[in-house]
């Protein structure tokens, strides 16, 4: 809020100026709203939009002044709108990173400035952790860690032995793609009855999910498990699987991650097994630290959202109330 500070200064003092000893004191004027320089990475999924629409909401309730860029899909074009955030001189930055690295240069440009920078969704890779203030989003290596345990816990309750498992993972080099992919290979790392034979990058996009998974099938004989991390994907993938005559959820065990609409109706007809929860409305929590940031307060390094997994094996599917996305 500095670039607002002479101008309440002036009010300020115009206000003393107009009181006496016998005079009700003013009242004190209005806080005055914080600028948000938000970047997001694209509109790849209804998971993105549904994120985007979070952040412009919970701006309003919160009384953020909100500047909104998209990148589509590409690292120069958030590079470029971090700086007009930069000459503006917002108050904070926030950003969804598409990649981890190769931030540096323009997150030193924002310390510079003064103008504290918030990552929402997906972390970055820098040798200085001061270049940003903090994380916000989900943990994502605790979402493939649970990818895995589900399915360590449906072999072994359906006596299945030696699966062999596919894996359409996100934009390379970016934090959901890299954590996601680390937690489930530790979760499943000593079952010998699992192996992953495969790993193919469908950049979170669903076309490109049909695409992998179409390659997939013809270069395997025998797949029996598609863990994908994300929906949009996962519904390429399941195209892909009837279009040879396949049955999603039968003839191969899917594992997705996001928890869209459209899977959780496909986990209650049996088509998806496991739908692994990563909330997109993060808007109320992204306002609130970057109102702390705005007025010099610390926050932590990294705030997660409280999410579910959802399993053909609970009772309950039908209570799961709409999504949203």
């Not at 970047?39 to 919970?58: D, F, V």
């Not at 001189?89 to 924002?110: C, H, K, R, Y």
């Not at 929402?120 to 270049?131: K, Q």
């Not at 994908?228 to 396949?246: W, Y």
Request: some cysteine; overall charge negative; proline content about 4%.
């Amino acid at each position: 809020m500095k670039r607002r500070s002479v101008a309440l200064l002036l009010m300020l003092c115009a206000l003393l100026a107009g009181c006496s000893s016998g005079t009700t004191p003013a009242e004190e004027p209005p806080e005055q709203s914080i600028l948000l320089g938000f970047s997001q990475l694209g509109w790849e999924s209804a998971w993105r939009l549904a994120n985007s629409e979070s952040i412009k909401e919970a701006a309003e309730r919160a009384g953020v002044s909100l500047m909104y860029e998209n990148a589509e899909q590409k690292q120069d074009r958030q590079i470029k709108a971090i700086r007009s955030f930069i000459a503006y001189q917002v108050d904070v930055i926030a950003f969804s990173p598409i990649v981890e690295t190769g931030w540096d240069n323009v997150l030193q440009e924002a310390k510079d400035a003064g103008i504290p920078v918030l990552t929402t969704d997906r972390m970055v890779e820098t040798g200085d952790e001061s270049l940003y203030a903090g994380f916000i989003g989900s943990d994502f290596y605790q979402e493939g860690v649970a990818a895995g345990e589900f399915l360590i816990e449906k072999a072994e309750r359906e006596g299945l032995s030696d699966l062999n498992i596919v894996e359409l993972s996100g934009t390379l080099d970016s934090t959901p793609m890299l954590q996601r992919a680390e937690g489930f290979r530790d979760a499943i790392a000593g079952q010998e009855n699992l192996h992953l034979i495969d790993s193919m990058s469908g950049d979170f996009l669903r076309p490109k999910g049909k695409e992998c998974m179409k390659a997939l099938l013809e270069k395997h004989a025998r797949i029996d498990v598609l863990y994908s991390h994300n929906d949009a994907m996962t519904l390429g993938a399941i195209a892909a699987m009837e279009e040879v005559g396949l049955v999603p959820g039968r003839d191969v065990i899917i594992i997705t991650v996001d928890g869209e609409q459209a899977a959780i109706d496909l986990l209650k007809q049996g088509s998806i097994n496991c739908v692994i929860e990563c909330k997109p409305q993060i808007g109320d929590m992204v306002m609130e630290l970057a109102k702390k940031l705005a007025a010099g307060e610390e926050i932590p390094r990294c705030t997660y959202s409280e999410e579910r997994v959802f399993t053909e094996f609970d009772a309950d599917l039908d209570s799961i109330p709409p999504r949203g996305y």
